[in-house]
Every structure is written in structure tokens, then in C-alpha cells.
């Protein structure tokens, strides 16, 4: 593995997130591009997303074996023989899996508690099949090793204020740390820290530090229903 590769959590996560911008900008925003670039006439074609949020429709690595795992090969050659849309999903599915290989070849010496810690940053994220196809994530429902409160209900009442109020987590908000070990920005993978403020997405519920989506608390009590940047994004395209 070159020494410039991601090691930790947080860097492994930072590229999975820079890999998936690319790719959902290529199915989506760009889409027109990537399938005229997708000819059945060419070889053998990859959709490859690149740590710095650039895709690219190439040939497969000559290299055996490959400095990192590949994407599905050939994907042009489905084109015109499958409605488009489906298409398109089929290849979202393909993407979605060549991220957690790319991910998890990378978080091969971490730890148990590293590599869960990764999942959950991931799973954070909507998958490039739900973007491209439009369906939202299912919450997972409480269950009784969550304890009184799920971690949705926990992360809705952060700030104590109405629900129909943007979710503001801020150091006046005494909660247990173990109940806020598993909430990660949504930017920048960082874990919870009672002494920054965080603000949460009224729509798709996650939880970003004010800084990495330039809010600062005056403005955040302003905003009476709050939409993230992806969910910005999706209503945009």
C-alpha cells in the first residue's frame, strides 16, 4: 500500500466521501456525459470516482493484481441493450459495492471498533442507488438494546425545541457521551464533541458541525426548517 493512502477512520472516510461525490455527480449531473462516454463499440469500460470528487469511464488497470480493487468492468456494453434508467441503477449498485471494497481494502489494519466506526460514517450517507433512483433511507426502528431513547429520537431532541425547528446540538445540552459515540458529520466524518456546535438536517436527519456548512448559531435560529447540502443537492437536480 503507498504510504500517501488513507489510514485512519476519518481518512478513509474522507476518501469514500470525495469517491462518492464523483460518482453521484456522474449519474446524475453529469449523466448525459457519462452515458455518451459509455459506447458499446469501446472495450471493456469502468466507472472509476477519484479522491479528488472527479470521475472518469476507462479502461480497466493493465496491473495484476490492481493497486486497489476495481469497479465492475464493462458496463458500456449493457447500455443500449437496457432501458436507461435501469441502466443507470444497475450501475449505481455496481458503484456502491467497488466503495466499501475501495473503503474496507484501505481499513484492513484497523481495528473491530475502527472498522464499525467506518460502517457507520458510510452507512450515514445515502447509497448511489438511492440518490440516482430517488428512494430514501429506511431508519432503522428502536430496539430494546437502544435502551428508552432510539438514536433518532435522542438526536431529534438535542436541542430541546419544537420538531418543526432546525436541530441544534451546542454545549448547553448535557447528554450522556456514550449516547452521542456514534454521531459523525456529515462533511467531515468528525465524532461528536459537546464543545462544538453542531446543527442537524430537518430532512434526512444528519448531523454536520456548524463550521464545515458555515452556520453559526445566530444564524442557525433563524432558520426555521433546515435542509442540508445532499438534501440541497437532490432538490437542485
Known amino acids: 500500500m503507498a504510504s500517501s493512502s488513507p489510514r ?33 463499440d469501446k472495450e471493456n469500460l469502468c466507472l472509476y470516482g477519484h479522491p479528488n470528487e472527479a470521475w472518469e469511464v476507462a479502461l ?69 442507488f438511492e440518490v440516482v433512483t430517488g428512494r430514501k433511507q429506511v431508519k432503522d426502528k428502536p430496539t430494546v438494546e437502544s435502551g428508552s431513547k432510539s438514536r433518532n429520537s435522542t438526536k431529534r431532541s438535542l436541542d430541546g ?20 459515540g456514534d454521531t459523525f458529520c456529515g462533511i467531515c466524518g468528525g465524532g461528536y464533541n459537546s464543545d462544538e456546535f453542531w446543527i442537524g438536517c430537518d430532512n434526512c436527519e444528519r448531523w454536520y458541525h456548524g463550521k464545515c456548512v458555515k452556520i453559526t448559531p445566530a444564524k442557525a435560529e433563524m432558520i426555521k ?13
Not at 8 to 31: G, M, P, Q
Open 161 to 180: 425545541q419544537p420538531r418543526n425547528n432546525p436541530k441544534i446540538a451546542d454545549n448547553s445540552y448535557e447528554e450522556d457521551e456514550e449516547e452521542q
Open 60 to 128: 480497466p488497470a493493465e496491473e495484476v493484481p490492481p493497486e486497489l480493487p476495481e469497479p465492475a468492468l464493462g458496463i458500456n456494453f449493457a447500455r443500449d441493450g437496457m432501458n436507461r434508467k435501469d441502466w443507470l441503477s444497475l450501475v449505481a449498485v455496481h458503484s456502491d459495492c467497488w466503495l466499501l471494497s475501495v473503503a474496507f481494502y484501505f481499513g484492513a489494519r484497523l481495528n473491530r471498533n475502527e472498522r464499525k466506526r467506518l460502517f457507520s460514517m458510510i452507512n450515514d450517507l445515502p447509497t448511489i
Open 8 to 40: 485512519t477512520v476519518e481518512e478513509i472516510f474522507k476518501d469514500y466521501n470525495a469517491r462518492h461525490s464523483a460518482l453521484v455527480r456522474a449519474l446524475t449531473c453529469d449523466v448525459d456525459d457519462f452515458y455518451s462516454q459509455c459506447d458499446p
Open 225 to 237: 426548517f433546515y435542509n442540508c447540502p445532499l438534501c440541497q443537492k437532490k432538490v437542485r437536480q
